[in-house]
C-alpha cells in the first residue's frame, strides 16, 4: 500500500471486524457506506472471505489477492470460488493456489507479496546476537512462527529437534519487522515445517538475509529457493528434516539468497499491482 501511494494512487483500508462467515457478513452494510461516501474506482480484497465480502456490493470493480488458507482448505475454497465468480480480476500470491481453486477462471495473475530489502537485509551475526541478547556462540534456528499455529507445525519441529542436539529452536512471535531482520541474521537456519502454506514472506525474508533456511516442499517454497546453496527442501519426516538442519549447520555460512529475490522488491511488485488496476474500469 505504501509504494502505490508513492505512485499516486489513494488507498483507504477498510478493516473488517468479526470472524468466520457470519462475521465477515456483518461489514457488508458499514462497507457500503464506506463506498457510498468515496470516489472509488475499485475494492481489492486480500482473503477470500473478504472477496466473498466485497463481491456482495455491486457499485465498484473488485479484486482479490488469495494468500493460502482461503484455498487450502475445502470450505473456504468453495467461498473463495465463488467470490472469484463475482471478481473482475483474480490475483494468487502462488501458481499452486491457482491450480488449486476449485473453480477457474482466465483473468487472474499470479503476483506474490513483495519484501522490503531495505528492512530485510544482511547484518553481520555477532552484531545481530549482541542486539538481541544471544549467546555468539550456540547454534540458533528460527522457527517460521508462532508455536501456537497449527498449520505452522510446531508438532513436527518438536520431533525434529529430538534429534538435533544442543541446539536452541527460537519461536517468532511478537516481534517488529525490524527484529525479525535482527533474528534472520542473528540465527544459523530457518526452520518453516508448514503443512501448508501460499507464498510464505518468511522465506522471502530469508533470503534477503541471505539465511540459511530448511522448509518442508509447500507453497512456493521450492520455487523461490532454487537452487541457492545452504537451502534445503525436505519431506515431513522428522528425520529427513533433522538431516537437512545438521547440513545446513554443517556448512556454516551465509547464502546467496539476496540475488534471488530482489525481483520480488515491493516496489516491483506494486507496479505489477498498478498494472492490473488499470486493466479495471468501472
Known amino acids: 500500500m505504501e509504494n502505490l501511494k508513492k505512485k499516486g494512487i489513494q488507498v483507504d483500508v477498510y478493516f473488517i471486524k468479526g470472524k468466520g462467515i457470519r462475521g465477515y457478513l456483518r461489514n457488508l452494510k458499514p462497507l457500503k457506506k464506506v463506498i457510498e461516501a468515496g470516489a472509488y474506482d475499485l475494492v481489492h480484497a486480500h482473503y477470500g472471505l473478504a472477496g466473498m465480502l466485497a463481491v456482495l456490493q455491486r457499485k465498484l470493480p473488485v479484486i482479490i489477492t488469495f494468500s493460502g488458507t482461503d484455498i487450502n482448505y475445502l470450505k473456504y ?8 465468480m463475482m471478481s473482475r480480476r483474480l490475483i494468487f ?17 499470479i503476483v506474490p507479496y513483495g519484501i522490503n530489502p531495505d528492512i530485510f537485509k544482511p547484518l553481520a551475526q555477532q552484531e545481530a546476537r549482541r542486539l538481541l541478547g544471544l549467546s555468539p556462540d550456540a547454534p540458533y534456528i528460527l522457527f517460521s512462527s508462532s508455536f501456537s499455529f497449527p498449520v505452522k507445525n510446531y508438532a513436527l519441529a518438536q520431533k525434529v529437534m529430538r534429534h538435533m542436539g544442543n541446539v536452541k529452536l527460537l519461536e517468532l512471535a511478537g516481534y517488529t519487522q525490524e527484529q525479525v531482520n535482527l533474528l534472520l541474521n542473528a540465527c544459523n537456519v530457518l526452520l518453516l515445517t508448514s503443512k501448508s502454506e501460499g507464498s510464505p514472506q518468511i522465506i522471502k525474508e530469508a533470503l534477503a538475509c541471505n539465511c540459511p533456511i530448511v522448509s518442508t516442499d509447500v507453497g512456493d517454497v521450492r520455487e523461490l529457493i532454487g537452487t541457492t546453496a545452504g537451502c534445503y527442501i525436505t519431506t515431513q519426516a522428522p528425520t529427513d528434516i533433522a538431516e537437512k538442519l545438521q547440513k545446513a549447520l554443517a556448512d556454516g555460512g551465509r547464502t546467496r539468497g539476496r540475488e534471488k529475490i530482489m525481483h520480488l522488491a515491493a516496489d516491483k511488485i506494486s507496479d505489477k499491482i498498478l ?8
Not at 476449485?102 to 495473475?109: F, N, R
Open 93 to 109: 500470491v502462488s501458481s499452486n493456489l491457482y491450480r488449486a481453486i476449485l473453480i477457474k477462471k482466465k483473468k487472474h495473475h
Open 275 to 282: 498494472a492490473i488496476y488499470g486493466q479495471v474500469k468501472k
Open 77 to 84: 475454497n468453495l467461498l473463495s470460488s465463488l467470490a472469484a
